[in-house]
T-cell receptor, first 116, second 117 residues
Framework: AQTVTQSQPEMSVQEAETVTLSCTYD???????LFWYKQPPSRQMILVIR??????QNATENRFSVNFQKAAKSFSLKISDSQLGDAAMYFC?????????????FGQGTRLTINP | GAVVSQHPSRVICKSGTSVKIECRSL??????MFWYRQFPKQSLMLMAT?????????EQGVEKDKFLINHASLTLSTLTVTSAHPEDSSFYIC?????????????FGQGTRLTVV
């Protein structure tokens, strides 16, 4: 079974600075998707960024980028120019691409605090 | 992104009663819907996966007779917590996908906070 591990329960960063959230996963498959979701205090899950495992290029969405290391099974999220609105729980997630149940497997989450 | 609406957002019920939570995809047809449970300060735990017109697939340890899931149409899935007890109090979240497989995104509802008193 696939597992996703976020080893940082909490992180904090000064506003306008850069922060990196870590995520590792375990799978025997070669094709899959990886995601970062944000859950603000409203508890609405919001997709931040997505990476297809077959793509070598790291995904980028404005201030959000990932460092995808397939061999190391690592998928970290970098938030540049942190803003107060970035404060939230961040979940890393894995999903199979082809065979079997294509459900999301979530990590434990990292609570990000932005200091003004 | 597409919109998934969950109703109610909050519900309080008495112990022993049943409560129904609705999950609707407003602007797309959802072949597959997922139901999650989230305890305070914890991650989302998948309870079950439902495909339109077929029985839900429950995760190990989830009581299917207690958490009844119905996915009768391509835009609506319901979760009924039967004979609710205080330990069922939690935050329940649904998500919906346009198809079971392939390169389609899952969109989340806003969640339902259930309190059993």
């Amino acid at each position: 079974a696939q597992t996703v591990t976020q080893s940082q329960p909490e992180m904090s960063v000064q506003e306008a600075e850069t922060v990196t959230l870590s995520c590792t996963y375990d799978t025997s498959e070669s094709d899959y998707y990886l995601f970062w979701y944000k859950q603000p205090p409203s508890r609405q899950m919001i997709l931040v960024i997505r990476q297809e495992a077959y793509k070598q290029q790291n995904a980028t969405e404005n201030r959000f980028s990932v460092n995808f290391q397939k061999a190391a099974k690592s998928f970290s999220l970098k938030i540049s120019d942190s803003q107060l609105g970035d404060a939230a729980m961040y979940f890393c997630a894995y999903r199979r691409m082809f065979q079997g149940a294509q459900k999301l497997v979530f990590g434990q989450g990292t609570r990000l605090t932005i200091n003004p | 992104g597409a919109v998934v609406s969950q109703h109610p957002s909050r519900v309080i019920c008495k112990s022993g009663t049943s409560v129904k939570i609705e999950c609707r995809s407003l602007d797309f047809q959802a072949t597959t819907m997922f139901w999650y449970r989230q305890f305070p300060k914890q991650s989302l735990m998948l309870m079950a996966t439902s495909n339109e017109g077929s029985k839900a697939t429950y995760e190990q340890g989830v009581e299917k007779d207690k958490f009844l899931i119905n996915h009768a149409s391509l835009t609506l899935s319901t979760l009924t917590v039967t004979s609710a007890h205080p330990e069922d109090s939690s935050f329940y979240i649904c998500s919906a996908r346009a198809s079971e497989r392939g390169n389609t995104e899952a969109f989340f509802g806003q969640g339902t906070r259930l309190t059993v008193v």
